[in-house]
C-alpha cells in the first residue's frame, strides 16, 4: 500500500485527495523546507538509530521522506547544502558522544571499585580446639615418620604419612567457613567489561553468542555510525582546512615571484632607459662636436677667404697706384 500511495503521489501530487478548499491552504513540501529533515538528507537521523534500545531520542520532529531526499541528491545545489547540513548533523552527534562519553567515564569508575570481600568470622571455640587436636597430632606423626625413615623403615614411614595427609584435609575443612565460599562466588559474578563504544556494561568472558547479540545490536551499531561519522568529518575537514592553506601558500609564492618579477623588470626599464639616455646624450654630444667642428671649419674658411680677398684688392690697389706705375 505504502509503495501505491508513493506512486500515486508521484504522479498527481501529494494533494491529490484534497478538496478545493484544503488545496488553497496546502503547500507542497520541498526538500530544503525548514519542514524537512537535514540530517535524513545527507546522512542519516539520530532519531532512527535507537529505537526501541535505552537510548532511544524518540521519533524525529521533521519530515523523512525518501522521494524528497532523491530530489535532493538530484538537486543542482546539492554540493552547496551539503557542508551546511553535515555541519549541523555533526553537531548533533558530538552532543550524543559526549553523553555517552560522561556515562562511560561512570561505568570505569563503578568497575573499578574493587568488590571487598569481608573477612573472614573468627574460628569457634570449639574448631579451635580441633584443630589444635589435630596439629598435635600431625605434629606427632611428622616427628615419628622422620623417626621410621632413620631407621629404614620406609613401608611405616609412608603409612604414617598417608595418616598425615588425611589430618590435613580434615583441618582444611575446619578452617574453610561457608561464607568464604559465597563471597568468592560473589566476586566472580561481579566480572564485568564495559563496551566503549556504547556504554553497555557485558559480563567479561561471556559466551559468543551473547557478545555476537551485543555487537549486532541496535545501540552498539548506531553508536558506532555516530562515531564513525564525526571520525570522517574530523579527517575531512582537516584535509579541506590543509588544503586550503596549501592553496594560500601557492598563491602568495605566485605573488611573491610575480612582485619579484615586476621590480626586475623595472630595474631593466629603468637600466634600459638610462643606457638610452647616456646613448643619446652621446650621440648628442657628438653631434654638438660635430657642428662644432663644421661651424669652426666654416668661419676659418670664411676668414682665410676675406683675408685672401682683401690681400687681393691690396695688390690691385697698389699696381693701379700713379707713383707706383711711374707717373
Given amino acids: 500500500m505504502d509503495a501505491q500511495r508513493a506512486l500515486l503521489d508521484e504522479l498527481m501530487g501529494s494533494a491529490r485527495n484534497l478538496t478545493e478548499e484544503e488545496r488553497r491552504g496546502h503547500k507542497e513540501i520541498t526538500w530544503d523546507d525548514k519542514e524537512v529533515c537535514g540530517f535524513y538528507m545527507v546522512k542519516f537521523c539520530p532519531h532512527d538509530l535507537f529505537v526501541n534500545t535505552r537510548s532511544d531520542l524518540g521519533p524525529c520532529p521533521k519530515i523523512h521522506d525518501p522521494k524528497l531526499k532523491e530530489s535532493f541528491e538530484n538537486s543542482p545545489r546539492h554540493d552547496s547544502y551539503v557542508p551546511r547540513f553535515e555541519a549541523e548533523l555533526s553537531h548533533f552527534c558530538e552532543k550524543l558522544v559526549m553523553d555517552l562519553d560522561r556515562r562511560v567515564r561512570r561505568g570505569r569508575e563503578r568497575l573499578a571499585q574493587e568488590v571487598e570481600v569481608p573477612p573472614p568470622p573468627p574460628v569457634p571455640v570449639e574448631k579451635s580446639e580441633q584443630l589444635s587436636v589435630l596439629e598435635e597430632k600431625i605434629k606427632n606423626l611428622l616427628e615419628s615418620v622422620e623417626a621410621l625413615g632413620e631407621a629404614g623403615k620406609v613401608d611405616e614411614a609412608e603409612a604414617l604419612m598417608r595418616k598425615v595427609d588425611m589430618l590435613n584435609i580434615e583441618k582444611t575443612a575446619l578452617t574453610l567457613h561457608p561464607q568464604n565460599d559465597k563471597n568468592l562466588m560473589l566476586s566472580q559474578e561481579k566480572k564485568m567489561a564495559l563496551c566503549e563504544t556504547c556504554g553497555s556494561f ?115 690697389s697698389r699696381s693701379r697706384s700713379p707713383t707706383r706705375s711711374g707717373r
Fill in 202 to 316: 557485558l559480563i567479561a568472558n561471556d559466551a559468543l553468542e551473547r557478545t555476537q547479540s551485543h555487537v549486532t545490536g541496535k545501540q552498539h551499531i548506531g553508536y558506532g555510525l555516530v562515531r564513525d561519522f564525526l571520525v570522517e568529518y574530523k579527517e575531512a575537514k582537516e584535509k579541506a582546512r590543509e588544503k586550503a592553506a596549501e592553496e594560500r601558500k601557492q598563491r602568495d609564492q605566485e605573488l611573491e615571484g610575480g612582485r619579484r618579477s615586476g621590480s626586475a623588470d623595472r630595474d631593466r626599464n629603468r637600466h634600459d632607459r638610462r643606457d638610452r639616455n647616456n646613448r643619446g646624450n652621446r650621440d648628442t654630444g657628438r653631434a654638438s662636436d660635430r657642428r662644432y667642428n663644421n661651424n669652426n671649419n666654416s668661419r676659418n674658411g670664411g676668414d682665410r677667404n676675406r683675408d685672401r680677398d682683401r690681400y687681393r684688392g691690396r695688390e690691385r
